[in-house]
């Protein structure tokens, strides 16, 4: 939305430079010097609406899972139970420490057997062969339950990484399980 603002300015700094130009010359008639100062008018009274709409807009726009939106059936497919706020501690939940530190912009998400905690960075893809192979057959298994996944990027997002965070996790939790039960057997 800030593109839109700065393109509308440059619109009417254009139009009043061409304004001012055919007010100079001769063969220019009046209307089409009204036209253009009423484009720069709307130009200019359009203007702050598109930064005040970009302002409220993008605000907490951080905390929404560009994966599932929050689709409970895409939710369910990832294995996600819930984002925050979650209950985290005895008498603390996830929006007590996020009003703690704002600025570390915590993800929350609540799978099967965990609440996790994210402040992980977003990263460019591995520059070694095998690691970034692994991570792209982790990736399309991931585009297989969440559409909106791109198998092809150059960097991994922090939700992104979020998602193959907790993805991991529960697949450790499955065979720490499995082999416990094997234990006892």
């Known amino acids: 939305m800030l593109a839109t603002v700065m393109l509308a300015t440059v619109m009417l700094a254009i139009v009043v430079a061409a304004t001012s130009r055919l007010a100079r010359t001769a ?41 599932t939106e929050g689709d409970a059936a895409l939710m369910k497919r990832v294995g996600v139970v819930k984002y ?48 970034r192979r692994r991570l792209v057959d982790e990736l399309k298994e991931l585009k297989s339950q969440l559409p909106k996944v791109r198998t092809k990027s150059r960097k991994l997002d922090r939700w992104l990484r979020l998602h193959l965070f907790a993805k991991r996790l529960e697949a450790t939790y499955q065979n720490v399980a499995r082999v416990d039960r094997k234990s006892v057997v």
Request: proline letters at 9%.
């Open 84 to 131: 925050g706020p979650l209950l985290w501690a005895d008498d603390h939940d996830t929006a007590a420490i996020d009003a703690m530190i704002p600025e570390a912009r915590v993800l929350w998400m609540e799978t099967e057997h965990f609440r996790i905690g994210s402040t992980l960075p977003p990263v460019s893809m591995p520059r070694d062969a095998k690691a």
């Open 27 to 67: 063969a220019a008639g009046p209307r089409i010097v009204a036209m253009l100062l009423g484009i720069a008018a709307i130009t200019a009274a359009l203007a702050p609406v598109a930064l005040s709409q970009s302002k409220g807009k993008n605000k907490d726009a951080w905390r929404t899972d560009p994966y």
